[in-house]
């Protein structure tokens, strides 16, 4: 088995797989803090948790343990991690939409709504694709990459 594989998965007793980067996996330049967090400091990346695009596992050193977290959770971060995020969520922009006749789509509505949808990923590392989320003020539907329950342009009203 190749060693990267061994490293970060062993089978549970229910013949799953259970993630076990720890403290060791950690890079010291791959550092970064939390806004609106209950522990202040230094935070680091661990890697992919293959949840939703853009969720990146990273590690507590207080806590001694892995979570999960998203861009905007960020308060500060090193360079290092900057560019590791930048890359990471270039790898994780959900496919374009696409039709059987057609096949991936470039221009056209939706084209346009998903490409709006990437742009804003880059801000928010936040992708929630579930039908039928729309504002809550003006019921508009939010895009993906929008977060919470509601669209940029509310949100930005106050509120
Ligand atoms: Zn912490
Ligand atoms: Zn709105």
Not at 8 to 27: H, Q, T, W
Not at 35 to 44: F, I, L, N, P, T
Not at 126 to 151: A, F, I, Q, Y
Request: proline share 5%; charged share 30%; glycine share 10%.
């Amino acid at each position: 088995m190749p060693r990267a594989f061994r490293k970060i998965a062993k089978p549970n007793r229910k013949g799953g797989a259970v993630p076990i980067l720890s403290e060791k996996d950690v890079d010291k330049k791959l550092w970064f803090t939390l806004d609106d967090h209950d522990c202040a400091g230094e935070h680091y990346i661990l890697g992919n948790p293959h949840t939703f695009p853009g969720r990146i596992m990273g590690w507590c050193t207080k806590k001694q343990k892995s979570f999960f977290f998203s861009l905007v959770e960020i308060g500060e971060m090193s360079e290092q991690t900057r560019y590791w995020i930048k890359g990471f969520l270039y790898g994780n922009e959900p496919d374009q939409p696409y039709n059987d006749e057609e096949g991936k789509l470039f221009s056209g509505e939706e084209y346009e709504r998903w490409f709006e949808a990437v742009q804003l990923f880059h801000e928010t590392g936040h992708w929630n694709d579930m039908e039928g989320r729309v504002c809550d003020t003006c019921g508009k539907d939010l895009l993906p990459s929008e977060m919470g329950v509601r669209c940029r342009d509310c949100a930005e009203g106050g509120a």
